[in-house]
């Protein structure tokens, strides 16, 4: 097939366990931007809180951010697509989400996110791997009664997050919200989170809209990921790739089952699709 377009997921699949990017993925996405083939991140962190080992590769301008929730110009530093909750309907969710036992953390303005203080005060109770810890302390500021600030702040929010111990409250809260609040896109990406957007803001769409923009038809487009979160790109994608790590409901959106994260399926599939349309 012909290549103008690589769209990756971050954590799982583009990164390492330890969030780093090995030097053959980095290799990879050069010689793939040699044939002019454009590489956007998909993620479901703000911009901010893209791996420095990704920001500086030299070769990418757009990415996908908060799930879809923003589409980003990096740049001109500002986004050309926005689907982002009301105050309103953040709120509200926000307090359905208290009959959980679980966390609770925002993302709004583009770059900020927010938790619950008395959550963020407990991290090491509530996020098991130390990894995610590290990147949850550092990339949130801690909050007092973060439902009343959503609501006195009257902003758009991009993304609300909890974490939950056990995957039965997690399956709970993923049936329960996507039932109650249809306005919402509800996922996950990690071990014992939910993700909640709204219901434009999924990779896929946002995948599908920056294709347009860019006047890039979607049969040319790779996407590779690993979560549930990545289901809506990988199925719009002319080739979508699954990671070997990849939960079963990413492996069966795809068209094609690679390697792990650690074992650079990534860079492994890309140079075969490159050798083979070259």
């Known amino acids: 097939m012909r290549i103008d377009i690589i769209f990756s997921d971050l954590d799982g699949t583009l990164l390492l366990g330890d969030k780093g990017l090995s030097p053959g993925t980095a290799e990879a996405l050069a010689r793939a931007a040699e044939r002019g083939i454009s590489f956007v991140p998909a993620t479901g962190r703000f911009f901010n809180a893209i791996p420095r080992a990704v920001q500086e590769l030299p070769f990418w301008r757009y990415a996908?951010?908060?799930?879809?929730?923003?589409?980003?110009?990096?740049?001109?530093?500002?986004?050309?697509?926005?689907?982002?909750?009301?105050?309103?309907?953040?709120v509200r969710v926000?307090?359905?989400?208290?009959?959980?036992?679980?966390?609770?953390?925002?993302?709004?303005?583009?770059?900020?996110?927010?938790?619950?203080?008395?959550?963020?005060?407990?991290?090491?109770?509530?996020?098991?791997?130390?990894?995610?810890?590290?990147?949850?302390?550092?990339?949130?500021?801690?909050?007092?009664?973060?439902?009343?600030?959503?609501?006195?702040?009257?902003?758009?929010?991009?993304?609300?997050?909890?974490?939950?111990?056990?995957?039965?409250?997690?399956?709970?809260?993923?049936a329960a919200l996507a039932e109650e609040f249809p306005e919402l896109s509800v996922a996950c990406s990690l071990p014992g989170n939910v993700e909640l957007t709204h219901r434009d803001a999924t990779k896929g769409a946002a995948m599908t809209a920056l294709c347009v923009y860019l006047g890039i038809p979607l049969e040319r487009a790779v996407a590779f990921g690993d979560e549930r979160n990545d289901c809506s790109m990988l199925a719009v994608a002319g080739m979508g790739v699954a990671m070997g790590n990849a939960a079963p409901e990413a492996k069966a959106a795809a068209r094609l089952v690679t390697d792990t994260n650690q074992e650079d399926g990534v860079a492994r599939t890309l140079l075969r699709l490159l050798e083979e349309g070259a």
């Open 94 to 174: 926000m307090a359905r989400l208290e009959d959980f036992p679980g966390t609770l953390d925002c993302y709004m303005e583009d770059n900020c996110g927010w938790m619950e203080a008395r959550y963020y005060a407990a991290l090491d109770d509530w996020i098991l791997d130390p990894v995610s810890r590290r990147i949850i302390r550092e990339m949130r500021r801690p909050m007092e009664d973060l439902r009343g600030y959503v609501g006195r702040r009257g902003r758009p929010v991009q993304k609300i997050q909890s974490y939950f111990l056990d995957e039965a409250t997690q399956r709970a809260v993923l």
């Open 64 to 90: 996908i951010v908060m799930n879809g929730a923003v589409v980003w110009d990096r740049a001109e530093g500002r986004a050309i697509r926005r689907a982002e909750l009301s105050p309103e309907l953040a």
